[in-house]
């Protein structure tokens, strides 16, 4: 977007926009998020950054009317495969909390100088201090939303100290960590010390199949799902957790709500990251679906599910095992074998709501895969090799990857084809255009909603591509509509298709 199409956005008071840039006001000093209800500032007064991190360091402070903290964040890192997008996905996972600039660095392959320079340049602001904006917007979220102790908020936000909480706060926002506690809207009850309960801030039209979806692949244990809900349990870096997430469509607002059953707060910050990934909370449904509905085969499928999402993983280790293992069968038989597989995995310390293990680790899929694994002895002496490989640290991949440098990693692997590569770039890049064309429920999918298009020998004429090359680059999202129907279409017809996103 040029100055004046975000001009035009501000003028509009526009909530699609809101965490996608920053609107700084030189008159006043302060920054806003695009849909402030103050009124719009003249354009010769205005400075748009990319990050409230950029906003800070040129001397801007948060407004208390509008809390530009208190929105989803951008759809850019995922869209963006370039260093700032990869940097971006690792500083929301926390890497800087735990590694500092020289790990983030050294997962990038950069040195610490050279990633300063390109932020610097591409977002306006270094590392630490977009890991610092980073922290203050989920110290913030705690104060309004919990009745945690100030000292526990100020060390799992990632401050080093109670001192540097406060003076980190004071500068952003203006006021002090009470102050800012103060203007809670609804104030907290105290609860337990292990529990937390906290919004989760998304941008409408908002679709909940995605809770269906993970539901269907929930391995009993680890996970539970309704079409309404989702918990589990998973590994962070400091220990064992525990959440679940709650939609309520009725209520105003549509909330979605995140309970913490149990995590070491040194963790929370990944946490909240990989939730909001898994949900695909960041995302632009408008201009999603704005793009998908120009192709006519999709149309129909979009207008009944407005907002749909593209599930992301709290674990990608996890995730490229579980696509192994449910290449080339149905969910259900899927479902099945990780069930077996899921014996290996050790109990969790942090048990409730059914949910007493966590999925294996790499090491131990390794030890005991031949005794639990089922199906053809490639595949097991595959996913055995690939968790072998993760253990050993051979094999090294996550959120900071970019598509090619994703395939360099796995390809090589036995039992990895295109398929797997591209499954889990899109759920743990959260690559937005990514198209499985030889997805056998892709091509289900493609015979439900448009009977006459099957292959590219099939297109009559001008037709649309088979690829779906017109709505790039969100094909992702196409091949979500194509997975929901065919598995539509499966339930009418009471078949499975072949294989469906795992």
Same mark, same amino acid.
Request: hydrophobic share 45%.
């Given at each position: 977007?040029?100055?004046?199409?975000?001009?035009?956005?501000?003028?509009?008071?526009?909530?699609?926009?809101?965490?996608? %840039?920053?609107?700084?006001?030189?008159?006043?000093?302060?920054? $806003?998020?695009?849909?402030?209800?103050?009124?719009?500032?003249?354009?010769?007064? &205005?400075?748009?950054?990319?990050?409230?991190?950029? !906003?800070?360091?040129? #001397?801007?402070?948060?407004?208390?009317? $509008?809390?530009? =903290?208190?929105?989803?964040g951008t759809p850019a890192w995922n869209i963006r495969q370039d260093l700032a997008g990869r940097a971006m996905r690792l500083i929301n996972d926390g890497v800087i909390n735990r590694d500092g600039v020289e790990g983030l660095a050294a997962r990038l392959g950069y040195s610490s100088r050279q990633l300063n320079r390109i932020l610097s340049h591409e977002l306006g602001a270094g590392p630490l201090s977009l890991a610092r904006a980073s922290r203050a917007?989920?110290?913030? +979220?705690?104060?309004?939303?919990?009745?945690?102790?100030?000292?526990?908020?100020?060390?799992?936000?990632?401050?080093?100290?109670?001192?540097?909480?406060?003076?980190?706060?004071?500068? &952003?926002?203006?006021?002090?960590?009470?102050?800012?506690?103060?203007?809670?809207?609804? *104030?907290?009850?105290?609860?337990?010390?292990?529990?937390?309960?906290?919004?989760?801030?998304?941008?409408?039209?908002?679709?909940?199949?995605?809770?269906?979806?993970?539901?269907?692949?929930?391995?009993?244990?680890?996970?539970?799902?309704?079409?309404?809900? @989702?918990?589990?349990?998973?590994?962070?870096? *400091?220990?064992?957790?525990? %959440?679940?997430?709650? @939609?309520?469509?009725?209520?105003?607002?549509?909330?979605? +709500?995140?309970?913490?059953?149990?995590?070491?707060?040194?963790?929370?910050?990944?946490?909240?990251? /990989?939730?909001? /990934?898994?949900?695909?909370?960041?995302?632009?449904?408008?201009?999603?679906?704005?793009?998908?509905?120009?192709?006519?085969?999709?149309?129909?499928? &979009?207008?009944?599910?407005?907002?749909?999402?593209?599930?992301?993983?709290?674990?990608?280790? =996890?995730?490229?095992?579980?696509?192994?293992?449910?290449?080339?069968?149905?969910?259900?038989?899927?479902?099945?074998?990780?069930?077996?597989?899921?014996?290996?995995?050790?109990?969790?310390?942090?048990?409730?709501?059914?949910?007493?293990?966590?999925?294996?680790?790499?090491? =131990?899929?390794?030890?005991?895969?031949?005794?639990?694994?089922?199906?053809?002895?490639?595949?097991?002496?595959?996913?055995?090799?690939?968790?072998?490989?993760?253990?050993?640290? =051979?094999?090294?991949?996550?959120? #900071?990857?970019?598509?090619?440098?994703?395939? !360099?990693?796995?390809?090589?692997?036995?039992?990895?084809?295109?398929?797997?590569?591209? @499954? &889990?770039?899109? /759920?743990?890049?959260?690559?937005?255009?990514? %198209?499985?064309?030889n997805d056998a429920a892709v091509r289900n999918g493609i015979r439900a909603i448009a009977p006459g298009l099957t292959s590219p020998d099939e297109t009559p004429g001008p037709a649309p591509s088979a690829e779906f090359r017109e709505v790039s680059p969100w094909r992702s999202y196409a091949t979500m509509h194509l997975w929901r129907a065919a598995a539509k279409s499966s339930v009418r017809t009471q078949k499975v298709p072949e294989k469906a996103m795992?």
């Amino acid at each position: 977007m040029d100055f004046w199409q975000r001009y035009r956005a501000i003028d509009a008071r526009d909530t699609r926009f809101d965490g996608q %840039f920053y609107t700084a006001v030189r008159t006043t000093g302060i920054y $806003c998020r695009p849909s402030c209800p103050a009124r719009t500032p003249k354009a010769a007064n &205005v400075t748009f950054y990319e990050t409230s991190a950029a !906003a800070h360091d040129a #001397g801007y402070r948060a407004c208390k009317r $509008c809390l530009p =903290e208190a929105v989803p964040g951008t759809p850019a890192w995922n869209i963006r495969q370039d260093l700032a997008g990869r940097a971006m996905r690792l500083i929301n996972d926390g890497v800087i909390n735990r590694d500092g600039v020289e790990g983030l660095a050294a997962r990038l392959g950069y040195s610490s100088r050279q990633l300063n320079r390109i932020l610097s340049h591409e977002l306006g602001a270094g590392p630490l201090s977009l890991a610092r904006a980073s922290r203050a917007q989920t110290a913030r +979220t705690l104060l309004v939303s919990t009745a945690m102790k100030l000292a526990d908020i100020a060390f799992a936000s990632g401050f080093s100290s109670v001192r540097q909480f406060n003076d980190t706060m004071v500068e &952003v926002f203006a006021m002090t960590p009470s102050a800012l506690r103060a203007t809670a809207r609804h *104030h907290p009850a105290p609860s337990a010390a292990t529990s937390l309960t906290l919004s989760l801030p998304y941008r409408e039209p908002f679709d909940p199949g995605i809770f269906s979806f993970l539901a269907v692949r929930a391995i009993p244990g680890i996970e539970a799902g309704t079409p309404a809900s @989702y918990a589990r349990t998973l590994r962070l870096p *400091h220990g064992d957790a525990r %959440f679940s997430v709650n @939609y309520d469509d009725g209520a105003p607002g549509r909330p979605l +709500t995140l309970t913490i059953g149990a995590v070491d707060l040194r963790d929370l910050p990944a946490l909240l990251s /990989r939730v909001r /990934r898994l949900f695909d909370l960041d995302a632009d449904p408008v201009a999603i679906d704005s793009a998908l509905v120009e192709d006519p085969r999709l149309a129909a499928s &979009v207008a009944a599910a407005p907002g749909i999402r593209m599930p992301g993983a709290v674990d990608p280790q =996890e995730l490229l095992i579980r696509a192994m293992v449910g290449q080339q069968i149905t969910v259900a038989a899927a479902r099945t074998a990780l069930t077996q597989l899921a014996a290996a995995g050790s109990a969790s310390l942090v048990p409730g709501e059914g949910l007493d293990r966590l999925f294996p680790a790499a090491a =131990e899929i390794a030890d005991a895969g031949y005794s639990l694994l089922r199906g053809p002895q490639r595949r097991i002496d595959a996913i055995r090799s690939a968790a072998s490989a993760i253990a050993g640290g =051979e094999l090294d991949f996550g959120y #900071g990857d970019d598509l090619p440098g994703l395939g !360099a990693k796995l390809l090589p692997l036995p039992g990895v084809g295109p398929w797997t590569v591209g @499954y &889990v770039a899109m /759920r743990v890049l959260g690559a937005p255009d990514v %198209f499985l064309a030889n997805d056998a429920a892709v091509r289900n999918g493609i015979r439900a909603i448009a009977p006459g298009l099957t292959s590219p020998d099939e297109t009559p004429g001008p037709a649309p591509s088979a690829e779906f090359r017109e709505v790039s680059p969100w094909r992702s999202y196409a091949t979500m509509h194509l997975w929901r129907a065919a598995a539509k279409s499966s339930v009418r017809t009471q078949k499975v298709p072949e294989k469906a996103m795992r």
